[in-house]
């Protein structure tokens, strides 16, 4: 039977509670707080919920509580306060403290038997799950450990490294390409399609998880056939006809290979996500011959890109409050960001283009 301790300076008032109680629990009793307290460190462990009076001679109720929280006891035992006042003032500052319920004088059987029911199933539970949680945690934590000693392993083999240097290739060559075509347009119409590339490469360890995530093996081979966003190019763009043109010109190119295509712009996300998706084959010329790496290149406006930066803020942070709200917000951020795109885009072409 589930143990439970009664403390009151009252005996009669033990009497009654053990009476009601005790064909469910086995009950333990103490007259006072020290003698309440010297129980509680005797027999912590197994003490499934304490019936606390208040007003008691030498240690009341209160500095009992106070000792439990110092202890940390309260975060596995439910305190319910026995009590004839019934004051908010008490109420709150016991509450306040850390207790579960109140039992209120004089004692109704029905009532002291489910309030004491409910708030030790209700801690059981919460104990469980807390249990739940640090042992997924953990797990977490030793999966994560072996993750970066996986993902340590694979960079430090030679033909990882080498398999990198040929994505950064890849990657220093579709930098060239746009800047070229950056060139020209600043030659030929007075302006740039694009206002800065950005580029990345995945780092060994989200190369590793996302590879264990979709079932394939972790090897150099299957991180060619199976990857295509290790190396990353982000171009963004002034107005969206410019991303269309400038991503119409590199395909075109004839050592460019176009793979797949996802236009997030004119088909955005349902959280407002709007970007064009490019995976390319593009050669790469080493000294055993030419290769062709896949590389991701994603074209965005200013705007899409300030707004993709804040939704990824929200995705990775933890802790973060109200983020149905956030979502709701960031949903209508991304429709004015739509209409502000084009609307600039035809201030512009009245700017460059009066007389159309």
């Known amino acids: 039977m589930e143990r439970i301790l009664i403390v009151d300076d009252a005996e009669l008032n033990r009497e009654l509670l053990c009476d009601i109680l005790k064909d469910d629990y086995s009950i333990e009793t103490a007259g006072d707080g020290n003698e309440a307290l010297d129980k509680l460190y005797e027999h912590y462990s197994n003490i499934s919920a304490l019936l606390l009076d208040l007003r008691m001679p030498k240690t009341d109720g209160f500095a009992v509580i106070k000792e439990m929280k110092r202890h940390a006891w309260l975060q596995r035992i439910p305190v319910l306060v026995i009590s004839s006042e019934n004051t908010v003032e ?177 088909n955005p996300k349902s959280n407002g996500y709007r970007s064009l998706h490019l995976i390319l084959n593009v050669p790469v010329f080493l000294s055993t011959g030419k290769k062709y790496m896949k590389v991701e290149v994603q074209f965005r406006t200013i705007a899409m890109d300030f707004w993709a930066s804040l939704e990824h803020k929200l995705k990775y942070k933890r802790d973060v409050k109200d983020t149905d709200e956030i979502v709701r917000q960031l949903k209508s951020c991304a429709d004015s960001i739509e209409q502000l795109d084009y609307q600039m885009q035809e201030i512009r072409d009245k700017i460059y283009h009066p007389s159309e």
């Not at 640090?134 to 994560?144: G, H, I, N, R």
């Not at 490469?201 to 056939?225: A, W």
């Open 90 to 266: 008490i109420e709150t500052q016991c509450l306040e403290l850390g207790v579960s319920d109140f039992i209120h004088k004089p004692f109704e059987s029905s009532i002291v038997k489910h309030r004491v029911k409910n708030a030790i199933e209700l801690f059981t539970c919460k104990n469980q799950l807390e249990q739940t949680v640090e042992k997924q945690a953990k797990t977490l934590e030793q999966q994560y450990q072996i993750i970066q000693m996986q993902a340590k392993k694979l960079k430090e083999a030679k033909p990882f490294n080498k398999l990198m240097m040929e994505f950064h290739s890849a990657i220093a060559e579709v930098e060239t390409k746009l800047k070229v075509l950056n060139e020209e347009f600043s030659q030929e119409y007075h302006r740039n399609p694009f206002e800065s590339i950005k580029s990345r490469l995945k780092s060994p360890q989200s190369i590793f998880e996302k590879l264990e995530r979709k079932g394939f093996p972790v090897t150099v081979d299957s991180i060619r056939e199976n990857l295509a966003d290790v190396a990353g190019v982000r171009v963004i763009c002034s107005f969206p006809d410019d991303i269309y043109r400038l991503a119409e010109l590199f395909c075109q190119q004839d050592d460019i290979v176009l793979l797949r295509k996802k236009d997030y712009i004119k």
